[in-house]
């Protein structure tokens, strides 16, 4: 089958089918054939003397069928087929798991080095122990429950009239509003899309302001900026890795660009880590929509270095956080979240953002890693059928879980 031709499969298990698209190169005649193989996990489609196998993402009940085609001399057809509900599916990736690069996942006395050209940047041995970090709202909700314990309601009240006497309250329990996480040595703290280190454990690395032009190599001599965050870059090759946060003395580095050793030896990237950001702020918030900005810190590296303003972002909407679907240009089955994106402005963003009835969350991305992510839902949604892959302004896409 050429370059040109393409089959999609996705599994709808709400209504217990596949969603199967074929698209060819050129308009189908008599030697067009679409059959289903006697097991009822891979289908065959021939067109002239090319033949090509799919992996269904489940196992379908029409086994050893040939399927219909619908009209001669087209390029697109699409069925519906049952599933078996009597067999398994035909991957184990429907449950991936929900973090990419758990603490359980990762091997502890594990190294980190720079994904790009593979510098070591945490030693071995120096991580004892991985740990979780809590969600976001961590302590929004500690702080809600020590207010609303029903056995003290009627005791607490007198605290609401003096603000700052129940937040030192809360903050000396350690889940106040001002509380913060800090960095301890040797111990890797673990969030959905980073991986906090303290300082003396991390080496191979360059501080900066914005541009390179600023770079030190020792984190003091920027110390007195004003600046939440400076830029985290890699000596050796000078991609940017992650943030260094002031206020708790943290080294943060992206999941997506560093190595490291894990159980499941999985190593995600920008898609995986999007993906599973979007589920958990769904979980949290119960919105399915969300604007992905950039982090201020990296625009302003970015603008330094390239000389062009980074003024993007994407505006998402999750309709189904846990398919599955195989393709043509994959050798397996791929769990994924599906969603509608558009491309929209900072300004326009900012002004959704400030609007009383937005619906939207913020998910700050450096903007190198917003521009990798447009990049994967562009190749994703070339990889839908034409007549799927847009919608009224938005298109459609899909992350990699």
């Given at each position: 089958m050429t370059s040109q031709s393409s089959i999609y499969a996705e599994l709808l298990s709400n209504i217990r089918q596949i969603s199967l698209a074929v698209s060819l190169s050129s308009p189908s005649d008599v030697s067009t054939r679409v059959t289903v193989a006697a097991d009822g996990i891979s289908i065959a489609v021939a067109h002239h003397s090319d033949t090509h196998q799919l992996r269904l993402p489940a196992k379908v009940s029409v086994g050893a069928a040939a399927l219909p085609i619908q009209k001669q001399g087209v390029t697109t057809f699409s069925w519906r087929l049952p599933l078996d509900l009597n067999g398994a599916l035909a991957t184990s990736a429907t449950q991936p798991q929900?973090?990419?690069?758990?603490?359980?996942?990762?091997?502890?006395?594990?190294?980190v080095s720079c994904r790009e050209c593979n510098s070591v940047i945490v030693n071995s041995g120096a991580i004892t122990v991985w740990k979780d970090l809590p969600s976001e709202n961590w302590a929004e909700m500690m702080e809600f429950w020590h207010c609303h314990k029903p056995e003290v309601a009627s005791h607490h009240s007198h605290h609401h009239d003096s603000g700052k006497a129940d937040e030192n309250s809360l903050a000396a329990r350690g889940y106040g509003a001002s509380s913060i996480i800090s960095s301890q040595?040797?111990?890797g703290f673990v969030d959905l899309t980073t991986l906090l280190f303290a300082e003396p454990n991390c080496h191979g690395l360059t501080f900066s302001l914005s541009g390179y032009e600023h770079d030190s190599t020792n984190r003091q001599d920027l110390a007195e900026t004003e600046s939440r965050n400076l830029n985290v870059c890699c000596t050796s090759c000078r991609a940017q890795l992650g943030f260094f946060n002031l206020r708790t003395a943290a080294v943060t580095l992206l999941k997506w660009q560093v190595s490291s050793r894990s159980v499941s030896g999985s190593l995600p990237g920008i898609s995986e880590c999007l993906a599973a950001t979007l589920i958990s702020t769904i979980s949290r918030s119960g919105s399915?929509?969300?604007?992905?900005?950039?982090?201020?810190?990296?625009?302003?590296?970015?603008?330094?270095?390239?000389?062009?303003?980074?003024?993007?972002?994407?505006?998402?909407?999750?309709?189904n956080s846990g398919i599955v679907y195989s393709s043509s240009s994959a050798a397996w089955c791929i769990p994924a979240v599906k969603l509608l994106y558009r491309l929209i402005s900072q300004d326009e963003a900012d002004r959704m953002l400030e609007g009383v009835t937005c619906e939207a969350q913020e998910i700050n991305l450096p903007g190198?890693?917003?521009n990798e992510a447009i990049r994967h839902l562009d190749d994703s949604n070339l990889l839908l059928p034409n007549a799927e892959r847009v919608f009224k302004e938005w298109r459609v896409g899909l992350l990699r879980r």
């Open positions: 929900a973090t990419p690069w758990s603490a359980t996942d990762l091997k502890p006395g594990s190294e040595e040797g111990v399915s929509k969300s604007l992905i900005t950039p982090i201020p810190e990296s625009v302003a590296m970015a603008t330094a270095n390239t000389g062009a303003s980074t003024n993007q972002a994407i505006h998402i909407w999750v309709l190198t890693a917003i």
